[in-house]
């Protein structure tokens, strides 16, 4: 798929291409390495899912732009300036989403489950991203040759799309313990949950007099 993005946008040369899809998964690796050391944490899951998907669907529009402005020309074995500034966008594309939609959805369905559901949980995450992940794979080629930048301008509104969800639907765990996130996600209230702290508490206290006897207080005889 990135080959073909690659070709689409002026590297016609098969060997040129291939290089910039090199580039383009090794800028993928070290962009996630960096943000899961020290940006997952520091920004939090939902600033970093929509900040990427603002960034992500800047640079959708940006190449979409100058694809429809400045067309490669396919007789030319000459890349344009257009196609450069193009292929920078794809690489400043791909740095966004792995500060932001690559690893942070990963991240997020761990922590979201209880435990008895998180295995399960986990699992259709996983599912549902390798399905999509092919579907995207198979679509985007044969959109690229029928619809040409529209294509990029479409791959924009998705991103959009996904930073409204977010900001509309999607709730913060940065910080957050796995105990909280019942609160949180309102499967219990801060009510019950203190009551049934205290019951706990109060509990222990009486199994621990009935088994070593009342606390006496500093001074008092026995």
């Known amino acids: 798929m990135v080959f073909e993005i690659f070709q689409s946008v002026g590297l016609s040369s098969t060997d040129s291409s291939l290089f ?9 690796i070290v962009a996630t390495a960096i943000f899961l050391y020290i940006g997952i944490d520091r920004w939090g899951r939902k600033k970093s899912l929509i900040g990427g998907a603002a960034w992500m669907a800047s640079m959708m529009f ?23 500034a193009m292929v920078t966008m794809i690489y400043l594309y791909v740095i966004g989403y792995s500060f932001s939609w690559g690893p942070t959805p990963w991240v ?11 295995s399960y949980g986990v699992g ?8 999509f992940n092919f579907v995207v794979t198979e679509f985007t080629p044969h959109a690229v040759n029928k619809l040409g930048w529209k294509t990029f301008l479409m791959f924009a509104i998705f991103c959009t799309a996904m930073g409204i969800t977010v900001f509309l639907c999607v709730k913060e765990t940065k910080g957050r313990t796995l105990e909280e996130m019942d609160v949180l996600f309102g499967t219990i209230d801060v009510e019950q949950r203190n009551a049934d702290v205290e019951a706990t508490l109060q509990k222990h206290d009486v199994e621990h007099e009935e088994h070593v006897g009342p606390t006496k207080a500093p001074g008092e005889r026995a």
């Open 108 to 118: 997020y369905i761990g922590e979201i489950f209880p435990t008895r559901l998180r």
């Open 62 to 84: 940006i190449i979409g732009s100058v694809l429809a402005t400045h067309p490669p020309n396919p007789d030319s074995n000459v890349v344009s300036r257009a196609s450069i």
């Open 124 to 131: 259709v995450g996983s599912v549902t991203q390798w399905l």
């Open 20 to 28: 910039a899809t090199g580039i383009y998964g090794t800028v993928k």
